[in-house]
């Protein structure tokens, strides 16, 4: 069975983000903001075709994206997996006219082809694994747009429930357990986040590090 947070602690009572959509945007006008704004910023763009959407994370939106984040670096370095995160770094592929700053995204299978130096989408691969929080509605298709980009492994978490997209044919299909996590139940996250808030986010860790001792990946 799977265990969902309470939908009406997360999306119906506490403000998580802070959104402004414009259309017609042309591609060099996306990057000149991008420029004006430079990297230390609250707000974070997405652009998509002609459509930017500049979004604030205040703290409900946060708070979840940073417990994705060590959700998903816990269980990669007790399993003994590679890393490199690139939090929010701006993503953009001019030729398809396609840019974006998700919540966390990480280079796992890929790592070795991009450790200790600048990605360039133009010739490197795209992250294995990207992540949004997404708890009020946002005009960008996120998943058209991680899909042309070629993401293989897409995480979408609304405040209460995670969804897992693997990339089949240039499209999303979503599926039961992540690809690059296959031994790890979603109950698994849910209950992380649920002890997150019931016993202290260190403790949540260490409980997590005790169920992958106990829950080794088989390929490892």
Known sequence: MQTQLPVAETTKTIPAEQRL?????????????????????????HYDEGVLEFMVPLEAHENPSDLVGLFICTLVVESGMDLKCMASTTLRREKLKKGAEPDKCYYIQNESLVRGRTVDLEKDPPPDLVVEIDITHTDIDKNTLYANMGVPEFWRFNGAVLTIFQLDQGQYQEVDVSPTFDWVPKDVFYHFLKQGKKIGEAQAIRELKKWIEQHPRSSA
Request: aromatic fraction near 12%; hydrophobic fraction near 40%.
């Open 21 to 45: 959509t414009l259309n017609n945007v042309s591609w060099d006008t996306y990057e000149k903001l991008l420029d004006a704004f430079g990297e230390h910023r609250a707000v974070r763009l």
